[in-house]
């Protein structure tokens, strides 16, 4: 079964640190790796696009590393804003021109001051 | 910059009326998607349209739900009659392409449905 797996589920750290949100996913056969941001009641937001022979992708202050062999992402946030406090989400996208989009429940970080 | 248009933002309906969401893809998006998010989920595609062909709509409730793309450009998601296990969050998105390869999916703002 195609599924995307997401930790932790939430998070909370204080501003200007750096973390980790964490991505296994079982979609095959499999094209790329998608993160996005969602912040509350708006819709999500791309971060980064992987395809399986990309290991890291960097946005600003987001970077996204995949292992097509372990099956696994992850998104490192560096320097963390107030802003970030978001919900993010990895996505498996499916092989094909129809491949479906399979989504995470995601993770909801909070930054604080 | 280009944006997906959905309207209304929030819709409150009780059980049993009838509901519709509509969307505005970013111009020259042949593809158009519609997902609902259920609060701490993750979104799940209910329909996806190619111009105004229908491409995937096998997780659609089609006993009541509806969906249209007349034209190829701007689509209405309905809801016939709703149920309390409706609420949630419709969003639309689009794309240049198909979802194949890398093209980029652009999400609207979603509209936010509680039946009571």
């Known amino acids: 079964k195609n599924q995307v797996e997401q930790s932790p589920q939430s998070l909370i750290i204080l501003e200007g640190k750096n973390c980790t949100l964490q991505?296994?996913?079982?979609?095959?056969?499999?094209?790329?790796l998608r993160w996005y941001k969602q912040d509350t009641g708006r819709g999500p937001v791309s971060l980064t696009i992987?395809?399986?022979?990309?290991n890291t992708k960097s946005n600003g202050r987001y970077t996204a590393t995949l292992d097509a062999d372990t099956k696994q992402s992850s998104l490192h946030i560096t320097a963390s804003q107030l802003s970030d406090s978001a919900s993010y989400i990895c996505?498996?996208?499916?092989?094909?021109?129809?491949?479906?989009?399979?989504f995470g429940q995601g993770t909801t970080l909070q930054v604080k001051p | 910059e280009a944006e997906v248009a959905q309207s209304p933002r929030y819709k409150i309906t009780e059980k049993s009326q009838a509901v519709a969401f509509w969307c505005d893809p970013i111009?020259?998006?042949?593809?158009l998607y519609w997902y609902r998010q259920i609060l701490g989920q993750g979104p799940e595609l209910l329909v996806q349209f190619q111009d105004e062909s229908v491409v995937d709509d096998s997780q659609l409730p089609k006993d009541r739900f509806s969906a249209e793309r007349l034209k190829g450009v701007d689509s209405t998601l309905k809801i016939q009659p709703a149920e309390l296990g409706d609420s949630a969050m419709y969003l639309c998105a689009s794309s240049l392409f198909p979802t194949s390869g890398s093209y980029e999916q652009y999400f609207g703002p979603g509209t936010r449905l509680t039946v009571t």
């Open positions: 992987m395809t399986f022979s990309e």
């Open positions: 991505c296994n996913y079982t979609v095959s056969p499999f094209s790329n």
């Open positions: 111009s020259g998006h042949a593809t």
């Open positions: 996505v498996a996208h499916g092989s094909g021109n129809t491949g479906k989009l399979i």
